[in-house]
């Protein structure tokens, strides 16, 4: 159980357009979606956090409007990189809490982004 | 502001060599202290959550431990397929997770 899936799995796209990444609990209804970035050989650092039909709660230094967040459903998040340069390009993962005592997260496989 | 730090950064081990891996913390309110594995390209993979200080955990060649202050992930007898990224996160009262730097094992056979 507790299995979140991302789509797409990589994706390569040209400086200055837009890119959608889903993010879906398959098996459970997820209270809170969180998004990350991880940098090569880096640890996974917290862009946003969103709860469903709430406005996602961006952590600093990460741009709203760069990165836009819509968590419709209890089963899923999308992460949209505007305009997107080469400096965006990384993993992005995505995770899903079940929204209990312990607040585990499961994590997405990941989404890998390049942008030329 | 939480603080986690991993160490080492990476570790070579040779098939069988146990050893042990350290994740130190500061959190306000810890609720819980995560362990994952990474693959490259892939997401995290939970391992185990501990709660308090002195609990423990196992499962198979892996075994955590928790302080009040750090956590420990024991290797014992690792072989290849145990190579990948380990991460610690703790989470606090706000509901954060706050990821180290990761430890990158390498098992030779």
């Known amino acids: 159980g507790a299995v979140v899936s991302q789509h797409p799995s990589w994706v390569i796209c040209k400086s200055g357009t837009s890119v959608k990444i889903e993010c879906r609990s398959l098996?459970?209804?997820?209270?809170?979606m969180f998004w990350y970035r991880q940098f090569p050989k880096q640890s996974l650092m917290l862009m946003a956090t969103?709860?469903?039909?709430?406005?996602?709660?961006?952590e600093q230094g990460v741009e709203k409007d760069k990165f836009l967040i819509n968590h419709a459903s209890l089963t899923l998040s999308t992460l949209t990189v505007t305009s997107a340069h080469p400096e965006d390009s990384s993993f992005y993962i995505c995770?899903?809490?079940?929204?209990?005592?312990?607040?585990?997260?499961?994590f997405g496989p990941g989404t890998r982004l390049t942008v030329l | 502001e939480d603080q986690v730090t991993q160490s080492p950064e990476a570790l070579r081990l040779q098939e069988g060599e146990s050893s042990s891996l350290n994740c130190s913390y500061t959190?306000?309110?810890?609720?819980?202290l995560f362990w994952y594995r990474q693959d490259p390209g892939k997401g995290p993979e939970f391992l185990f959550t501990l709660y308090s200080a002195g609990e423990e955990k196992e499962k198979e060649r892996l075994k955590a431990t928790l302080t009040k202050k750090e956590s420990f992930l024991h290797i014992t007898a690792p072989k290849p397929e145990d190579s990948a990224t380990y991460l610690c996160?703790?989470?606090?009262?706000?509901?954060?997770?706050?990821f180290g730097g990761g430890t990158r094992l390498m098992v030779k056979p």
């Open positions: 969103s709860n469903e039909g709430s406005k996602a709660t961006y």
């Open positions: 098996d459970f209804q997820a209270t809170t």
């Open positions: 995770s899903a809490s079940l929204g209990t005592s312990n607040n585990e997260q499961f």
């Open positions: 959190v306000s309110g810890l609720r819980g």
């Open positions: 996160a703790t989470h606090n009262a706000g509901n954060m997770l706050t």
